[in-house]
C-alpha cells in the first residue's frame, strides 16, 4: 500500500478516535433522550398496527391530489420508497460525517437527541390523529375487495406486541393522519437546514421534500390532506426554542479563522504530534466572536445564533 494511503488511513482512524472520546460524555448525558426516542418507535409501531385492526375498508374518498397527479400504479410504488430511503441514509450518514471530515458545527449526540425528540412530538400527535379519525384507505393493499385491507381480531396479546415484523410495518393500513413518511423526512430536512453548510443542498433538500410529497400522493399512499397536515404538524413539533431548551442546542458555529485554527491543530494531532489538550482539543468560535473553549465538551457553553 502506498505511503500517502497508510498516512491518511492513520489520520482518519486517530480523528475517529478523537472524536469518540468527545461524543461519548456527551452521549452519557444525553442517553436518556436517545433511549426513549428509539423505543418511542415501537410504541408508535404498536398504534399503527391497533388502526389497522380498526380499519374498515370503503370507497376512496375525493381528493384533488389524486385528480391532478396520475396515478404510479402498484408496479412503480417503489419509487417514493426509493426516494425516503436515499433521504433516510444521506441523513444518517452526514450526521456522522464530523468523525471523518474536518468540518464540525455540532456534536452528532446532541443532534440526535434533538432528532429524536423532534419525532417523538410528531408520532405522538400522529397516533391521537389516526386512533380518532379513521378513514378508508387510498393504498392498493387496503381497498374494498382486498383480503389485506383487514385484520381478523387478534388471537392474543403478542400478535399486537410482535407487529408481524417486517411486513406489518411496511403494509398497514388506517394510520393515514398523517403521513409518517414525511415526518421522518421534514424532521431531517429541517435539520440539515439548521445546521448544514450547503446552501445547494438546502434547496435540493427542500425540492426533494416536494418531489417526495407528490409521490406519496401519486403512489395513493395517502390522501392530500395527510401530506399537508405532516408539513404543518412536523414544522410545529420543530418549532424555534421548543426543542432546544430541552435537550440542548448542538450548533456549534466558526468563522473562518476558527476554522482554519481548528484545522490546523487537527493536522498536528493527526501527524501525531502531541500538544496538552482535553477531551475535546478544538476552540470553538461562535459567529459573535466571543470564543468557547473551556476544556470540557460537556460544560462547553453553546451560543445559540438563531435568526
Same mark, same amino acid.
Given at each position: ?15 475517529? &478516535? ?9 452521549? !452519557? ?14 410504541? #408508535? ?30 408496479? /412503480?410504488?417503489?419509487? %417514493?420508497?426509493?426516494?425516503?430511503? %436515499?433521504?433516510?441514509?444521506? !441523513? !444518517?450518514?452526514?450526521?456522522? #460525517? ?9 456534536? @452528532? ?17 400522529? &397516533? ?5 379519525? +379513521? ?9 374494498? $375487495?382486498?383480503?389485506?385491507? @383487514? ?6 396479546? +403478542? ?18 393522519? !398523517? ?10 430536512? #429541517?435539520?440539515?437546514?439548521?445546521? $448544514? @453548510? ?73 501527524? $501525531? /504530534?502531541?500538544? *496538552? ?10 459567529? *459573535?466572536?466571543?470564543?468557547?473553549? *473551556? $476544556?470540557?465538551? @460537556?460544560?462547553? +457553553? ?6
Amino acid at each position: 500500500m502506498p505511503t500517502y494511503i497508510t498516512r491518511e488511513v492513520s489520520k482518519i482512524w486517530r480523528r475517529i &478516535v478523537l472524536e469518540v472520546s468527545v461524543e461519548l460524555p456527551i452521549l !452519557f448525558e444525553k442517553w436518556p433522550y436517545i433511549l426513549f426516542g428509539v423505543i418511542f418507535q415501537y410504541i #408508535h409501531g404498536v398504534g399503527a398496527r391497533l388502526a389497522y385492526y380498526l380499519h374498515r375498508p370503503g370507497p376512496l374518498l375525493h381528493d384533488l391530489g389524486f385528480e391532478l397527479l396520475p396515478e404510479l400504479g402498484l408496479e /412503480n410504488a417503489y419509487i %417514493s420508497e426509493t426516494v425516503f430511503a %436515499s433521504v433516510f441514509v444521506s !441523513f !444518517f450518514l452526514w450526521t456522522f #460525517h464530523p468523525f471523518v471530515f474536518y468540518s464540525k458545527r455540532f456534536y @452528532t449526540a446532541v443532534l440526535w437527541s434533538r432528532v429524536l425528540v423532534v419525532l417523538v412530538v410528531s408520532q405522538m400527535l400522529r &397516533v391521537v390523529s389516526f386512533m380518532a379519525t +379513521q378513514l378508508p384507505g387510498p393504498n392498493y393493499h387496503c381497498r374494498e $375487495g382486498q383480503p389485506t385491507a @383487514t385484520l381478523p381480531p387478534p388471537r392474543s396479546i +403478542q400478535e399486537v406486541l410482535l407487529l408481524n415484523f417486517p411486513h406489518g410495518v411496511l403494509y398497514g393500513c388506517g394510520d393515514l393522519i !398523517f403521513s409518517s413518511h414525511m415526518i421522518f423526512a421534514l424532521t431531517f430536512c #429541517h435539520t440539515y437546514c439548521k445546521y $448544514g @453548510t450547503k446552501i445547494w443542498m438546502k434547496r435540493l433538500a427542500w425540492l426533494v421534500m416536494v418531489v417526495l410529497s407528490l409521490l406519496i400522493i401519486a403512489s395513493r399512499k395517502h390522501y392530500t390532506v395527510d401530506v399537508v397536515i405532516a408539513w404543518s404538524a412536523q414544522s410545529l413539533a420543530y418549532a424555534k426554542e421548543r426543542v432546544p431548551t430541552l435537550v440542548g442546542q448542538p450548533l456549534l458555529p466558526m468563522n473562518n479563522r476558527a476554522a482554519k485554527d481548528s484545522r490546523a491543530k487537527d493536522e498536528k494531532l493527526m501527524n $501525531g /504530534n502531541s500538544e *496538552n489538550h482535553s477531551s475535546d482539543w478544538r476552540q470553538w468560535m461562535p459567529l *459573535n466572536g466571543k470564543p468557547l473553549d *473551556n $476544556g470540557s465538551p @460537556t460544560a462547553m +457553553q453553546v451560543v445559540d445564533n438563531e435568526n
